[in-house]
């Protein structure tokens, strides 16, 4: 089913930027749509961006306009480019296939937006 790996991931002042990368064991993404989802502290796991296998993209309402996914077939990686961070994206981050997250979990990135 192939593993997933995510890094990128650290403390960064309101405003700033990181960027996330996702990468597999095995060649998947050239089967799969993608996407990034995120949980926080006692919520819910949510999806915040998704490419499909030619390139189309998807983002949540909340991260439209600073966040971009991306994918490197050739790599087997997909990428978040996050920018003008606020609080209220701290999270972990996790990537998975959509629209449904059929491939086993990795164990995230710790993203941690604060002043």
């Known amino acids: 089913q192939g593993q997933l790996v995510e890094s990128g991931g650290g403390l960064v002042q309101p405003g700033g930027s990181l960027r996330l990368s996702c990468a597999a064991s095995?060649?998947?993404?050239?089967?799969?749509?993608m996407g990034w989802y995120r949980q926080a502290p006692g919520k819910q796991r949510e999806l915040v961006a998704r490419?499909?296998?030619?390139?189309?993209?998807n983002y949540a309402d909340s991260v439209k306009g600073r966040f971009t996914i991306s994918r490197d077939n050739a790599k087997n990686t997909v990428y978040l480019q996050m920018n003008s961070l606020k609080p209220e994206d701290t999270a972990v981050y996790y990537c998975?296939?959509?629209?449904?997250?059929?491939?086993?979990w990795g164990q995230g990135t710790q993203v941690t937006v604060s002043s």
């Open positions: 998975n296939a959509v629209p449904i997250p059929t491939i086993n």
């Open positions: 095995r060649s998947i993404f050239n089967i799969y749509d």
């Open positions: 490419i499909t296998s030619a390139g189309s993209t």
